[in-house]
C-alpha cells in the first residue's frame, strides 16, 4: 500500500487546511489511520487517529477542538480538517496505517511522504 499526503501549504493563524492521504495498491478500508507530524530536530508526534470504520478517533490534546480526522473507505482516502491553525501546528505532516489503531508512530507499518504546513503569525 502507498500512501499519498497532500493539501499541506502557507496559512495565517487562525486559518484553515484541509489534509488529504489517499491509497493505492490496495485497500486500507480494513486498516487504522492516522496522522503524525514532524519538525526538524525534534521526533515524529502524534496529531490524530481513526479506526478502520471511522467509529474511533483519537486527538492530541494540542488539537483537540480544533483538528478533526475522517475518513471515506469507498474513496480509499483519509483527511484532516485543520482549523483555527496557529504557528506551533507548523511542521511536515505524515499519513499513516496499520492493521491497529494506535498513537505511537513505531506502530505504524505504511507512510505516506509527508506535506509541509506553515502557519504564519
Known amino acids: 500500500v502507498q500512501l499519498q499526503a497532500s493539501g499541506g501549504g502557507l496559512v495565517q493563524a487562525g486559518g484553515s487546511l484541509r489534509l488529504s492521504c489517499t491509497a493505492s495498491g490496495g485497500t486500507v478500508s480494513s486498516y487504522a489511520m492516522g496522522w503524525f507530524r514532524q519538525t526538524p530536530g525534534k521526533e515524529r508526534e502524534f496529531v490524530a487517529t481513526i479506526s478502520w470504520s471511522g467509529g474511533s478517533t483519537y486527538y492530541a490534546d494540542s488539537v483537540k477542538g480544533r483538528f478533526t480526522i475522517s475518513r471515506v473507505n469507498a474513496k480509499n482516502t483519509l483527511y484532516l480538517q485543520m482549523n483555527r491553525l496557529e504557528p506551533e501546528d507548523t511542521a511536515v505532516y505524515y499519513c499513516?496505517?496499520?492493521?491497529?489503531?494506535?498513537?505511537?508512530?513505531?506502530?505504524?507499518?505504511?507512510w505516506g511522504q509527508g506535506t509541509q504546513v506553515t502557519v504564519s503569525s
Open positions: 499513516a496505517a496499520d492493521s491497529h489503531i494506535d498513537v505511537l508512530p513505531q506502530m505504524f507499518s505504511f
